[in-house]
């Protein structure tokens, strides 16, 4: 593997991704501009692996990815000199699982849902979640494969949702909000499964890396707090997450994936001139 200083971690749906849309086209040029540097693009998402395949084609991306809130790092196989520890072969790729197996937190779901009022992902036909979420239907199909979290839209009051969350956590599970829903998964979270990723690709090579991570919502503050830089992408939906870090903190003055294009380009522009 290439000798390497940085990796990008990047969020999909509102940041890379248009909120709208779910166009990267804007990006394009910083897309190609991190290739020919030879930077690996880590995608790190709440998309399930079925949903990353398609769009990994459609990036050019062939490095390790992250699915659904941090619950699994999927490696392809062969890509690391020394392959991952603890992996599961899924597919084509070595998967360090950190969430919970996806029949186990349905059925503590099932036992949850009489008390409380929500819709999880699962009672949504693909042409339903299609239409919430402007996809199109294969994609909404692509998006209920999941392996690990489920995503809810909450329909119950405040403090419910607060007894909710404690029972879950009773059961080992936990929650993070996304843009638009509410993923139910393991004891897990984006920073947790970066962290990991980013100390393989440092045993790789034995040398430091460092992490630029972008995101736009509260399920990616623990990416961005684990980043050395951190980039929080405007939106159209919702305010910037509010968080601490020990890193340098970024807020794009564009929104989703033209905010997401103006950092990487001005990042890239820094970096070139430090190597000169």
Known sequence: MKQIAWIVVTDLDGTLLDHASYSFAVAVPALQRLRDQGIPLILNTSKTRAELAPLRDSLGNTHPFIVENGSAVCTPAGYFASPPTDTVLLDDCECRVF?????????RLAVLRPRYRFTSLSQLSAAQLAELCGLPVEKARLALARDFS????????????LSFKRELRSY???TLQGGRFLHVLGKTDKGLSLNWLRQLYARNQGGEVKVVALGDSANDIEMLKAADLAVVIRSPAHEPPQFDTTGRLELSEREGPAGWADVMQGWLDGLEQAQE
Not at 99 to 107: A, D, E, I, T
Not at 150 to 161: K, N, T, V
């Open 99 to 107: 969430g919970v197996q996806y029949s186990q937190l349905m059925s």
């Open 150 to 161: 489920e995503p809810l839209l909450w329909q119950d009051s405040e403090d419910a949702l």
């Open 172 to 174: 080992g599970l936990s």
